[in-house]
């Protein structure tokens, strides 16, 4: 964030709001310092953001994960991307509403690191500490039941995990199958992190899952009843239905009730990569290796509504490890075709059609 000195006071009780969310989720206790095993130091992330309507001071505190020295188990619960598509077209063949979801402070609702080692006995129980950044222990003293605390002497034992922990998304995805299975709702053998429930022998409800983003069509009393469950469980939802943004995919319901999904406004915010240091076959320097990574990065990522440049984006992903000048020109031009050629991909529902007879 820039210039954090001239908004001071947003920045402090930006702070003060983040600490209380790890304590009301009872995600550390205090600690002597001298009994630590493994302890991480910790920063702040500050950015401005729209938060109810107005533009706010987001604190963030990440404990600085590669520093952990415990063996952990990693894993992201993210649906694949025909999972994704197979929820748009659910809602466009059945006409079903098409709703969006967020769930805020995902990861301070995980499981804890005990309920894991109960659960899988293959895990270790956790140990992991953090220590706050300079100057924020005046701040923690203000809240009950941490008077006194001094960083000097104390750390703060991680009960479960939060931002900037390896193991986060993990045991986070694990509290919401939970819930997930109260509704009713299984994972598909194919697609762990997409769900559908059935009754008498008919889909009515299909959900799928992105870390702390979820996206769900299905009968209107059923999505009723699983968003009740999940406000329940991690408070209220940001909710969105039929015309939103979506993993960085607007979704449109058309006038004639097809679905559309593009992604213009992302393909927008890519930057082209100078070429003026760039010779043809000669390796780029490592600052523009990482500006090539970057960008090929963020065009991958458009495949899933322009396969048209699939092939290119696959051809160019073998040059990751070593690109030339003559790679980055030709990044920089699908990016210009994305630019030039804007398109979107629209779903339609699909008529019966009567049997064949031969």
């Not at 160019?316 to 030339?324: N, T």
Request: hydrophobic residues 40%; contains cysteine; glycine residues 6%.
């Amino acid at each position: 964030m820039k210039k954090p000195v001239q908004n001071a006071d947003a920045c402090k009780a930006a702070m003060i709001k983040e600490l209380n969310r790890w304590i009301k989720h009872g995600a550390w206790k205090r600690m002597p310092l001298s009994e630590s095993r493994n302890l991480l130091k910790s920063k702040w992330v500050l950015k401005w953001k729209m938060i109810g309507g107005s533009k706010d001071v987001k604190g963030r505190l990440v404990a600085q994960g590669f520093q952990d020295r415990q063996s952990i188990s990693t894993f992201a619960g993210t649906t694949s991307r025909w999972g994704q598509r197979i929820i748009i077209a659910l809602a466009t063949q059945f006409g079903w509403p098409l709703y969006s979801a967020d769930i805020s402070e995902a990861f301070l609702r995980g499981i804890t690191f005990e309920e894991l080692s109960k659960e899988d006995s293959s895990q270790p129980l956790r140990v992991v500490e953090i220590a706050l950044p300079m100057g924020t222990e005046e701040l923690l003293q203000s809240f009950p039941g941490y008077e006194g605390y001094n960083s000097g002497t104390e750390c703060l034992s991680l009960l479960k995990p939060g931002f900037g922990l390896k193991d986060a998304p993990r045991l986070w995805n694990a509290a919401l199958q939970r819930v997930l299975r109260k509704c009713g709702l299984c994972a598909v053998q194919t697609d762990r992190q997409l769900f559908v429930k059935h009754k008498n022998g008919k889909l009515i409800l299909a959900l799928s899952v992105h870390v702390d983003d979820i996206k769900m069509t299905g009968l209107d009393d059923e999505i009723k009843a699983v968003l009740k469950t999940l406000s329940e469980h991690f408070d209220e939802l940001k909710l969105e239905r039929d015309n939103f943004e979506h993993l960085g995919l607007k979704h449109v319901l058309e006038s004639d009730g097809s679905r559309s999904i593009s992604q213009e406004h992302y393909v927008k915010e890519l930057r082209f990569i100078s070429e003026a240091e760039c010779r043809n076959d000669v390796e780029v320097s490592p600052a523009v290796r990482s500006q090539f990574m970057s960008l090929l990065g963020g065009i991958a990522w458009t495949v899933q509504t322009r396969p048209d440049i699939a092939v290119f984006t696959s051809a160019l992903q073998r040059k990751l490890q070593a690109p030339s000048g003559k790679d980055v020109v030709h990044l920089n031009r699908v990016l210009a075709y994305l630019k030039r050629k804007p398109l979107k991909m629209t779903y339609k529902k699909v008529e019966q059609i009567g049997r064949a007879h031969v």
